[in-house]
């Protein structure tokens, strides 16, 4: 939960909430819903390093979706064109002579709470959505 959202459940201020942080996360798109982006602001130290890169991740809906088509084209009988992917939108394939149907697949994701839009009979586009992290889109995959 972010700290404004904190901040209005608490009836709190967000400036006192911040002066006890070391680094701040500001998601330019939670409002917009688009893959704008977000901004890291805190200590040089804190925001550089491998360790912050994967944290933003969560916050990255285009990251995210990179990930998705990768871990997409690591499963028989799927494939994305992971080149193509600038935004939080994925299209991918269940390629001819796999063992599943786009059909098959789409209600199986449904019983797992994951919806998949049917682009054709054998293709997919699902839109990594600004409030999913890189724990779902693990999961998912």
Same mark, same amino acid.
């Given at each position: !939960? $972010?700290? +404004?959202? %904190? =901040? %209005? =459940? @608490?009836?709190?201020?967000?400036?006192n909430m911040e002066r006890y942080r070391t680094s701040s996360v500001v998601c330019l798109s939670k409002g917009l819903g688009a893959s704008i982006g977000s901004v890291i602001v805190g200590a040089e130290l804190h925001c550089k390093g491998k360790d912050s890169e994967d944290n933003f991740r969560g916050w990255n809906e285009a990251a995210n979706a990179k990930i998705f088509s990768k871990g997409l084209n690591k499963i028989k009988g799927l494939r994305a064109d992971v080149a193509s992917v600038e935004t939080n939108i994925v299209y991918f394939? %269940? @390629? #001819? $002579?796999?063992? /599943?149907? =786009? @059909?098959? *697949? $789409? #209600? /199986? !994701? #449904? +019983?797992?709470? /994951? *919806? *998949?839009?049917?682009?054709?009979?054998s293709r997919f586009r699902i839109v990594i959505h600004h409030q999913v992290f890189a724990s779902d889109v693990e999961y998912t995959i």
């Open positions: !939960m $972010g700290c +404004e959202y %904190v =901040a %209005v =459940a @608490l009836r709190g201020n967000q400036q394939e %269940v @390629l #001819k $002579g796999s063992q /599943i149907t =786009a @059909l098959k *697949l $789409g #209600k /199986i !994701m #449904k +019983e797992h709470g /994951i *919806l *998949l839009m049917p682009d054709s009979s």
